[in-house]
């Protein structure tokens, strides 16, 4: 403690005087309050509910005011406050529905004033009015509000939110008839306590339960909202419409709110989970706290500034069962340990750099920022002493301009838009956005995507015996090139050099003898790869030409008068005639078939090796038919998605994730895929892509990702009779007790689908409405609308 400094506040003749301080409380606490005077605060909770003295140098119990012999549940408190015009009065709202005023005035034991009884579920919050002394507010978990004269035993008036439960109500301190009131469906609303039949405005504030408010004490038309979408709101409510004025980010949900006095930009939180410390934010800063407690061990459940006219001193108590005071001189600050170094990319490739004035070095040809992109700079800003926070955290911030035309990302763009996703086959998919990648110049992207649809679209596709007879230069069904080889790359061994002559024009065919397992491969005479003067069946790589001349050509368009190659025959030994000849490979009994190919023909060129100059030779898929599925190139496929991510190409790895689906997934982790889809999604709403990326969502392999489409969406839906909002449990109305959703055409109640008219409001079953629109146009309720769905 001897690092903790001691305040003295002169407050209208009284003084504020002590340090940083805390107490340890017999139960965990859920709400405190201070007295008017600054000089006690109530702690309540489930299982405390004690009034403390707030000492110099500690706290003192002063009084305990569970007493009885029985424990009740009219003492197990969700919030408490004390009447800052009268110090003998406390009210207190219970977990059972009950709320309690406390008069400390009267002489016995038993404090305890008045019960109010009318809510039948949880109370959440109570609250005096700021100048009435017999005015209460209470707001209730049933989604009620009542208002309560403290001289009558029954509430005054009912508020009905005709929402879900009312999590805080809050008077507004320049407005005497006005109070706010925050909801779990995210929404606020402004009341006139003079007027409880509708509220003066209603808002959707968070995304998510609205947990508490406060208005600010000075500027009458602030109203500081916080929720469980950890973020702080301050809304002008002086405007026609409600208008968001800051918003700070925290890191978990927000739990209370309030305002520092004499401080106009000042507020403190604290968290409902997760967070244990107490926070003081700039609302002109949202994302560096000004100052942070940091004493409490569990969750934060209560603040309070001690004064309304001294910001140097702040209450609280937690679930670790400590009630604390903190003095703002003592907390941490943590912008002093905040990053000054940045570093970000733009949308065109500029690259923005922050750091430490100190680290950049003055150098005199920069120039000065003009705000356009004519000339790529890097330049240093001079900071602006009036700024608000320049004194704190302050960095001279760099920017690498792109030179102009070299960052164009419109081949991104188009080709997001023109991709084909889904909706077509396999193989019309692959080949459609292959053809997109060629047209925008990204030749090894439809590369990649022609060699997709060769390894799942045609294996088996055509039989071995039927190779030669059934393909055709147009067929839809070819057979594709699985890999090719450079003979001079090739191990040696693999065949001799020499070359079977031919006369100029004439054509031929060539099978050559790879390995002594009698692998073949055949080539047919048709068109010839650049580069390279033999001929090739296949063609891959950087070659010119349709897609169709990938596949295998119409052998019958070849030459009629083909020579035949007949070795000497002292080349063979003289043998007996062999009766039985095992049949040879399908394709050279195809060959020997031919019209214009003889059988010895077939026999010498089986033999005959290759010359080295041979730059490129096909091997077909269908000498590895049954032996390569798809699967086998899984590891190949899954190795070419992380080369393109990692390239920074996540378009790529995306679209080819979403067009093989299943055939890939399983072997790509889902952490993997969903910072893939995520980072593709980014940059299409960076791009305004919203079609495209909500598709993606739509289309993601990725579980974490395709649910993006259901979040940020709430459906509310209110009863057709009654006006009241429809709970979730069912489909009858659980205040007017009639159905809801009634079928116009077959009049029994709709539990699943219902679609009706936005003109007239009537509808039913989805089936029948589109089968009474067959026939007709109008309402079938009778009402008399000429009704249309979308």
């Avoid at 965990?28 to 000089?39: H, L, Q, Y």
């Avoid at 941490?332 to 430490?356: H, I, M, T, W």
């Avoid at 054509?507 to 068109?527: K, M, P, Q």
């Amino acid at each position: 403690m001897e690092k903790m400094s001691r305040v003295t506040t002169a407050l209208g003749g009284s003084a504020l005087t002590g340090r940083t301080m805390h107490c340890h409380l017999d139960a965990p606490a859920n709400a405190i309050s201070v007295c008017r005077d600054a000089a006690q605060v109530v702690v309540a909770g489930r299982s405390i509910f004690k009034i403390y003295a707030i000492e110099e140098e500690q706290f003192v119990e002063k009084l305990n005011l569970r007493v009885g012999r029985k424990p009740s549940l009219n003492l197990s408190c969700a919030d408490v406050v004390w009447h800052q015009m009268d110090e003998n009065l406390l009210a207190t709202a219970a977990t059972n529905g009950v709320v309690v005023t406390w008069n400390l005035g009267r002489p016995s034991r038993n404090k305890q004033d008045q019960l109010f009884t009318e809510h039948k579920r949880t109370v959440n919050k109570v609250c005096f009015h700021p100048t009435e002394a017999h005015v209460l507010l209470s707001g209730s978990q049933d989604g009620f509000m009542k208002c309560f004269d403290l001289r009558r035993k029954d509430s005054v008036s009912t508020f009905s939110g005709q929402s879900e439960s009312v999590r805080d109500v809050q008077f507004s301190i320049r407005d005497y008839f006005t109070f706010a009131s925050t909801f779990e469906n995210g929404n606020v609303q402004l009341w006139d306590i003079r007027r409880p039949d509708r509220c003066e405005r209603m808002f959707t504030a968070h995304n998510g339960p609205v947990f508490c408010c406060d208005w600010h004490p000075e500027d009458r038309g602030w109203l500081a909202t916080g929720g469980r979408d950890k973020m702080v709101k301050v809304w002008d409510m002086t405007t026609h419409r409600a208008k968001e004025v800051h918003c700070v980010q925290t890191i978990a949900s927000v739990a209370r709110v309030k305002w520092r006095p004499e401080c106009r930009h000042h507020l403190a939180t604290c968290s409902m989970m997760v967070d244990h410390n107490i926070y003081v934010w700039d609302v002109r800063r949202p994302f560096v706290p000004a100052a942070m407690f940091e004493e409490h061990r569990d969750v934060t459940t209560g603040i309070a500034w001690r004064h309304p006219h001294d910001s140097s001193f702040l209450l609280s108590g937690s679930k670790d069962s400590t009630l604390c005071q903190h003095l703002f001189r003592d907390a941490s600050q943590p912008v002093e340990r905040a990053n000054p170094e940045g570093l970000c990319y733009g949308l065109f490739g500029d690259l923005a750099f922050a750091a430490k004035e100190s680290l950049v070095a003055t150098e005199s040809g920069r120039k000065p920022y003009a705000g356009d992109r004519r000339h790529p700079i890097f330049f240093k800003r001079k900071l602006d002493p009036a700024e608000p926070f320049a004194g704190l955290a302050s960095s001279a911030l760099s920017i690498f301009e792109m030179e102009p035309g070299s960052g164009s990302m419109s081949w991104f763009v188009d080709t997001a838009e023109r991709y084909a996703l889904a909706g077509r086959p396999l193989a019309e998919l692959c080949d459609h956005n292959a053809k997109v990648a060629r047209e925008l110049g990204r030749n090894q992207v439809a590369q990649t995507w022609t060699m997709l649809r060769i390894i799942y679209c045609s294996p088996g596709l055509v039989p071995t015996t039927n190779l030669n007879h059934s393909m055709g230069k147009g067929s839809s069904c070819g057979l594709p090139l699985m890999n090719s080889f450079n003979l001079k790359d090739m191990a040696p061994g693999l065949g001799s050099e020499t070359r079977l002559d031919r006369s100029k024009g004439d054509t031929r065919s060539d099978t050559v003898l790879l390995d002594s397992s009698a692998t073949l491969i055949t080539n047919e005479d048709n068109e010839e790869t650049e580069g390279s003067d033999v001929p090739a069946d296949y063609l891959l790589g950087d070659v010119e030409g349709e897609e169709d001349e990938l596949y295998l050509l119409d052998p019958e368009h070849a030459h009629s008068e083909e020579p035949e190659y007949v070795l000497p025959q002292e080349a063979f030994p003289l043998r007996h005639e062999i009766v039985d000849t095992p049949p040879g490979p399908e394709h050279l009994q195809d060959k020997a078939d031919s019209p214009h190919v003889s059988g010895s023909e077939a026999d010498a060129a089986s033999l005959a090796p290759v010359d080295s100059s041979f730059s490129l030779i096909s091997v077909s898929h269908a000498l590895y038919d049954s032996r390569l599925p798809p699967d086998f190139f899984s590891a190949l496929v899954c190795d070419m998605l992380r080369f393109y991510a990692e390239q920074g190409d996540v378009q790529m790895a995306v679209s080819v994730l979403i067009v093989l689906g299943e055939r890939v997934r399983k072997d790509i982790d889902e952490q993997t895929q969903e910072h893939w889809y995520t980072s593709y999604i980014d940059l299409l709403q960076r791009f305004c892509l919203w079609n495209v990326s909500n598709q993606v969502v739509k289309l993601s392999t990725s579980r974490a990702v395709s649910c993006l489409n259901q979040a940020s969406t709430t459906l509310h839906v209110n009863c057709s009779h009654c006006k009241r909002p429809m709970s979730s449990r069912g489909w009858v109305c659980d205040r007017c007790h009639r159905c809801a959703s009634m079928c116009a055409v077959c009049h029994h109640v709709v539990k699943g689908l219902f679609v009706w008219c936005q003109g007239c409001s009537h509808g039913g079953h989805l089936q029948h409405i589109m089968k009474w629109l067959e026939g007709s146009s109008h309402c079938p309720a009778g009402c008399g609308h000429l009704c249309e769905y979308s």
